[in-house]
């Protein structure tokens, strides 16, 4: 399973870090103290449960209303911002459920600085298919 | 050319937008029809209007912390990805196109766009 360190391997990361659906944070990496500080990464899993699952909702209504598919699941959302982006994704919760799992593997973020975020990198680490346990 | 046109000829752009922050008014081009491409800027403004809403409270607990001014978003699915920057919306069909190359050239394009959403 993808970890916090393997997202910390990503080119430009400042921090990464587990986060439940509602929100709370669990562990977490801080490479940058100075920009990204425990409260703001802690109200960052806030902000991106809500949107995560506000893309959820509109990609699902989306599908149904227009008939194209191809945006769910949702498997990240990416907050652009001036200096830095947040990657986030509950991409490997799919495979617990599709496997009749109850137990589910916590939501991942990962931020990245701008000039060096390679958002496909970060898409990748988080879509790795690991055997569900 | 207009970025919208600039974006749709890219690869795997298949509709591209621009819509007003105030909410009254959108143009697009692409596979969309008319009603859709209304909802899509419809869900995009709201997107946008909240995560700048989020950048600032970031930024009133942190400040300096770089997130403020929000530049964009993207919603990353199997097929397909909602890219938005400023008030320009695409959608790109994954397998066809680079996210990383359009994002670039999103924020490049848009770097001097006002951020007071006016």
Redesign the interface.
């Known amino acids: 399973m993808t970890t916090l360190d393997d997202l910390m391997k990503l080119p430009g990361a400042m921090a990464a870090f587990e986060f439940r659906g509602s929100g709370e944070m669990l562990e977490h990496r801080i490479a940058h103290a100075d920009r990204i500080n425990e409260s703001t990464l802690d109200l960052l899993a806030h902000m991106c449960a809500a949107n995560l699952s506000i893309a959820t909702m509109q990609a699902r209504g989306w599908e149904k209303v227009t008939g194209m598919v191809g945006f769910y699941p949702v498997q990240q959302f990416t907050l652009i911002g001036f200096d830095w982006s947040v990657v986030v994704s509950g991409l490997q919760r799919e495979q617990y459920k599709q496997a009749g799992k109850f137990s589910l593997p916590p939501f991942m973020g990962v931020v990245l600085a701008n000039e060096s975020a390679d958002y496909e990198a970060a898409f990748a680490v988080l879509e790795r298919k690991e055997p569900v346990q | 050319m207009s970025i919208v046109t600039d974006l749709l000829a890219k690869p795997g752009v298949v509709a591209a937008g621009e819509y007003a922050y105030r909410g009254d008014r959108f143009s697009y081009r692409g596979a969309l029809s008319e009603n859709?491409a209304r909802?899509?800027s419809i869900?995009c403004r709201a997107?946008t209007m909240?995560?700048n809403m989020?950048?600032s409270?970031?930024e009133a607990?942190?400040p300096l912390?770089?997130?403020?001014?929000?530049?964009?978003?993207?919603?990353?699915?199997?097929?397909?990805t909602?890219c938005v920057?400023a008030n320009v919306f695409c959608l790109l069909?994954n397998s066809k196109g680079?996210?990383?190359d359009l994002?670039g050239f999103m924020?490049h394009a848009l770097a001097n766009i006002p951020s007071d959403m006016i």
């Open positions: 859709h909802m899509a869900m997107t909240s995560v989020e950048a409270m970031v607990l942190q912390s770089g997130l403020l001014p929000a530049r964009g978003w993207l919603v990353h699915g199997p097929e397909y909602v920057v069909e680079s996210i990383n994002v924020r």
